[in-house]
């Protein structure tokens, strides 16, 4: 028993490390909770959805983006792919996380929650600096618990170019 809590801790650990999103909606929301951080909750189409695409390369894979959020966010990412296929379990948390915070079916669509699962509001997904995509974050943070900020805003941000 030890030794799979150790191994689920390792785990957990390894996906902020490696600076990846969290994909299983119970262990997101209780590291949010651990951690005192919001949850970036973001729906996506990652092998159809060209916005999609586009979103993570220019703002979820950006290195400024990544340490921000390794520090500031538990990020999760709710895909549904169409060529790939998605475990079960998870299509079905994914499917509930949609019908309550993305009911319109948008994608990309981002959401910013507590970790009681109440929505801070709406990141504008078709921001396309991570300066800007920070900024948005850390105007829907800025007046709730989790406004502890440990990391600046890359300077882009402050109108200093990338």
Not at 5 to 31: I, P
Not at 79 to 90: M, N
Request: hydrophobic content about 45%.
């Amino acid at each position: 028993m030890r030794s799979c809590l150790l191994l689920l801790f390792l785990l957990s650990a390894m996906v902020h490390v490696n600076g990846q999103a969290v994909t299983d909606t119970t262990q997101a929301f209780r590291e949010a909770r651990e951690q005192h951080r919001p949850v970036l909750l973001v729906f996506s189409g990652s092998d159809w959805c060209i916005p999609c695409i586009q979103l993570e390369k220019a703002v979820l894979s950006d290195s400024s983006f990544v340490r921000y959020a390794r520090m500031e966010l538990v990020v999760m990412k709710a895909d549904f792919p169409q060529r790939k296929r998605v475990a079960a379990e998870l299509r079905a948390q994914y499917e509930d996380l949609a019908s309550r915070f993305n009911p319109d079916g948008a994608f990309p669509y981002v959401v910013l929650l507590t970790a009681s699962q109440q929505s801070l509001g709406t990141v504008p997904s078709t921001v396309r600096s991570p300066a800007d995509f920070i900024s948005s974050i850390q105007a829907l943070i800025k007046n709730q618990p989790y406004a502890t900020s440990k990391v600046p805003a890359p300077a882009a941000a402050h109108g200093v170019g990338l």
